[in-house]
């Protein structure tokens, strides 16, 4: 009997365990390689967003979204949706629309405040006649 036989293997690294998206951690479901919130909200991060989006939209209408759309767009989709969040928590009522109405009139004011520092409304036809 050769001695090679009974020598030791060497245990081989164990894989890294698969960590579940912060969605499927705090819906405390399994999280698949293809989940459709891994790339939005990956492991260990954005779990106050995840928690913001789960108290104001239809989770499976963001699922069913986020399976149309490429890893770049899903994060544009996520941050288009917390932005709507965060109007509707200062807006209740009118929520992105009404926020949007107010930076409006903000750069309207700002403008008629420029323009009459500079002696009058500008048309802009001035530049056009070239």
Known sequence: MSMSMFKKKTP?????????????????????????????FPPGKKKLEFQKIRDHKNLQQVHDALLTKSEVEQVDYIDSLLYEVNCRAKEPVGGCLTVMRHTADAIRESLSRDQDDAGGPSTGDDVMRD
């Open 12 to 40: 081989e690294e164990p894989p890294e365990p698969f960590r579940r998206c912060t969605a499927c951690e705090t819906l405390r479901q399994e999280c698949l390689n293809n989940c459709a919130y891994r790339h939005a």
